[in-house]
């Protein structure tokens, strides 16, 4: 295993991905973390990762020197070699000209962390401190006309340090750098592979949770069903799942959750479907606000799952399917907020239990599909398209009544059927129907109609954060138009969305 030590830069999570991709195992740990936890933990080696900071701020975050000392191997990246090379008594300064972006390297094959790597080759920098002079008994193994070490190294201490990022993807031989520290410094065999992940976390949570109960909101999106599958294999019965229908769900998905996770499913556990479609309704009955919507939809879920865990009574352990990206979006907490994603932190106050689990904390969402494949769960489950927590609440415009969501369940029904049998579905970001509460006036069978309009939405997006709207053939659109309106009673229009995030959303509300 490989120990990421964090010392606050962005990509600390993806080091831990690039080195799980060679095969090897890797866990991010805050820089806090004890000497005698790392021993105990006894990893083949540790990265330091970048940071914000300089190595001479008085709030800095530091390591104590013994760490140099226990004969693991270390590399330092771009914070985190400076921090090397100040606390061994090199000299780190503001760099004359800092360095941003794509930038050519001259590098050393005869070092072990580059070997096989081109002697020019194209790295990832990001500083305005440099390291000016490396510390006595370091060689430097790369530069460039302005970064006198942009890589150093210490090979009978085991240690290494690059100015550059060699995670991100425009670090063109990165990824063979990172295989070089943990396969040629370190000696890790390589043999770590996504069903290790799963036997270890089933062993780990078998052994945290011993006897304990534990409790699972399970909403049938892909990270709370492979987190529950986990904690199923791990416990089977001791764990009860609670599903919350709350009748904005897309059509039948209520019904598919319980297939899978139900009694006549294939997996051990308790599983209580609550059906709380006309509780939701009545609560948001006359509201129109998006947030005050996703407020009420957010705290009645909590109040639902509050209920239902008082009935099962005291339990040790809930389980959160929260991922990597939960994590930081959450963490950040400085953005505005745009919408309060509600199952994002959102936890109930009034659950009895003593400890939180939360399996996939540190894993991107391709790797929750990877092990939910390893795990057996249904492939239409595991590549299910991201579906917000508020559900149909959010897609229907204004008022949410039972009358439009039946609307706007069978609009997006014909619009998935669609899309898979055009064999487009993987190549979406994310696409749905949505009601747009505009009433207009049509003509159908000689007869006036006044009646809704739906919009379609699809998008390309790779994080969600920005996204492009998708070029769906004309066809293809034409095709669930004539299907929405012939089939779906109080829809006289179907448009299409064009708009960009941003300025658009990818959700209308
Ligand atoms: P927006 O609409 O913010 O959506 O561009 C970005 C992504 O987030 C999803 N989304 C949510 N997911 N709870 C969630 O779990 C929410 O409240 C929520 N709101 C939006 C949205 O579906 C898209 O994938």
Redesign the pocket.
């Known amino acids: 295993m490989i120990i990421v030590l964090d010392f606050g830069g962005q990509y600390n999570q993806l080091i831990a991905r690039r080195v799980r991709e060679c095969n090897v195992y890797a866990e991010v740990h805050p820089y806090t973390l004890s000497l005698d936890k790392i021993k105990e933990m006894n990893p083949k080696g540790i990265i330091f990762t970048g940071g914000p900071n300089s190595v001479y701020g008085e709030e800095s975050p530091r390591y104590q020197k013994e760490i140099f000392d226990l004969g693991i191997p270390i590399l330092g990246i771009c914070y985190g070699s400076q921090l090397m090379a100040y606390m061994l008594g090199g000299t780190v300064e503001t760099a004359p000209v800092s360095e941003y972006g794509r930038t050519e390297v001259d590098v050393d094959n005869s070092s072990a962390i580059f070997q096989g790597v081109k002697p020019q080759t194209i790295c990832w920098m990001s500083h305005t401190d440099y390291i000016s002079k490396a510390p006595e008994g370091f060689k430097i193994v790369a530069k460039t006309p302005v970064c006198p070490v942009a890589a150093m190294e210490c090979p009978e201490r085991k240690l290494y340090a690059t100015q550059f990022h060699p995670e991100v993807m425009h670090t063109e031989e990165g990824q063979k750098m990172l295989s070089n520290f943990v396969y040629n410094v370190c000696g890790c065999s390589g043999d770590w592979k996504m069903d290790s992940f799963v036997e270890t976390t089933i062993r780990e949570i078998r052994e945290k949770v011993g006897d304990g109960k534990v409790l699972c909101a399970l909403s049938g999106g892909v990270d709370s069903s492979v987190a529950a599958v986990l904690l199923s294999k791990a416990v089977g019965k001791q764990l009860t799942c609670v599903f919350v229908d709350h009748g904005l769900l897309r059509k039948n998905e209520g019904d598919e959750v319980e297939a899978v996770f139900g009694p006549d499913g294939p997996y051990e556990l308790n599983f209580i479907r609550v059906n709380a479609q006309e509780r939701y309704y009545k609560k948001l009955a006359g509201v129109t606000e998006p947030e005050a919507k ?1 407020k009420i939809i957010g705290e009645e879920f909590i109040r639902v799952f509050e209920e239902e865990a008082k009935k099962i009574g005291a339990v040790d352990f809930l389980v959160q399917g929260t991922i990597y990206p939960d994590v930081i979006e959450s963490g950040l907490g400085k953005s505005a907020v ?7 932190g959102g936890l109930p106050d009034h659950v009895d239990f003593k400890e939180i689990i939360e399996p996939l904390r540190l894993l991107f969402k391709d790797e929750v599909r990877k092990a939910g494949l390893e795990l057996g769960i249904p492939e239409y489950l595991v590549y299910r398209q ?5 559900g149909l609440g ?1 897609r229907i415009i204004g008022e949410v009544t039972a009358d439009k969501v039946r609307i706007v369940q069978d609009a997006d029904y014909i619009y998935r059927e669609e899309i898979a049998k055009a064999g487009l579905a993987k190549n979406l970001g ?1 696409y749905f129907a949505a009601l747009t509460n505009m009433r207009s006036v049509g003509v159908m069978g000689d007869e006036r109609t006044y009646d809704y309009a739906i919009a379609l939405r699809a998008v390309n997006t790779s994080d ?1 954060m920005t ?1 492009d709207c998708s070029e769906i053939p004309f066809e293809v659109l034409q095709k669930v138009m004539t299907r929405i309106i012939n089939e779906v009673k109080g829809v006289n229009r179907v448009m299409y969305d064009l708009t960009s ?1 941003p300025p658009g ?3 209308f509300e």
């Open positions: 996703r745009i919408k309060s994603h509600h199952n994002v991201p579906f917000p927590g508020p959010i994310q969600f996204a995030k959303t990818i959700e």
